[in-house]
């Protein structure tokens, strides 16, 4: 049984309006779902974005299981209580939004994912592999921009700056604990209305095909792609990204 950690948070937006927590990807931080943040914002919510464990100022510890990512988020609320308003999650978070909210229906009224890992093949294991030891080995500012050219420079920043304050042990222990990578059976039980916001599989997306097609047998679960997005759409293409999941929560 794992012990939930406390994860930290940074906000945008008023206190007072409806909750939306952000959950982000596997080697990334909260600040990095600053896109979603702001734009929430704008629209009269209070975006909460948290560091999972392992990642920027979150606690270190020896469980990186995807239960366990989801435990935590299950122990994030609203400083005011009750259920998020919204929850968003972007691969790894979205994996563990999803078993969180199948786990806990009460703990959001809505979940939106974008190109969530909710089943890892061999293959999208092996790119996820390679891409982390490429960012670890130089995590500098320089580096990103250098295979991110089109990236807004402060998405350039902090990704730079998540990959240094994050525990390589973690992000590596994250893909070993978890040797089946795979919350299909949590995706078929969410009863919450759930969007997926999936990247163009022509570019890069680990969330398509016949994995896409069963997820989407449940009623709940609707899904679009942002054209031209790789995995991470909301740095690939901010402002259709940021439309698509502000669609979702209408």
Known sequence: ????????????????GPQALLAHGLGSDGALMWRYGVALADAGWHAVAVDLRGHGDAPRTLDYRLSSYAADLIGTTPSSGGAWDAVVGHSLGGASSTLAAAQRPAWTRRLVLIDPAIALSEDDREVVRVGQEQSFADPSIEAVRAVHPEWHPIDVELKARATQRASRWAV??????????????????????????GADPAVHSIFTGELAAEVLRNPVVTMGVIEGAGHSPHRDRPEAAVAAVLHALR
Do not use: F, I, Y
């Open 1 to 16: 049984m794992s012990t939930p950690v406390t994860l930290p948070r940074l906000s945008w937006g008023d206190p007072h």
């Open 172 to 197: 590596e222990q994250t893909s070993l604990q978890n040797a089946v990578w795979d919350v299909r059976s949590a995706a078929a039980s969410l009863t919450v209305p759930t969007h997926v916001v």
